[in-house]
């Protein structure tokens, strides 16, 4: 549960960046995917590229405590069948 919480965590760095990109371009199409990213560095430098990271992860945590202890003991039990 440790390591899947880790790995959320990991995960939402890569994550939660490109999400911010591709929401920003879904509300302006106009712009091309580097005049977002550079529009967002520009004006709110790496932290805005990072909104939202905590409300992601602290909901990506509690589904990857359930998910990857499931998925494990499904697969053990496969292995017994």
Known sequence: MVAASLGEVVACLIRVPSEVVKQRAQVSPSSSTLQILSHTLYHEGIQGLYR???STVLREIPFSLVQFP???SLKALKKTV
């Open 52 to 54: 939202g990271y905590k």
């Open 70 to 72: 499931l998925w494990e």
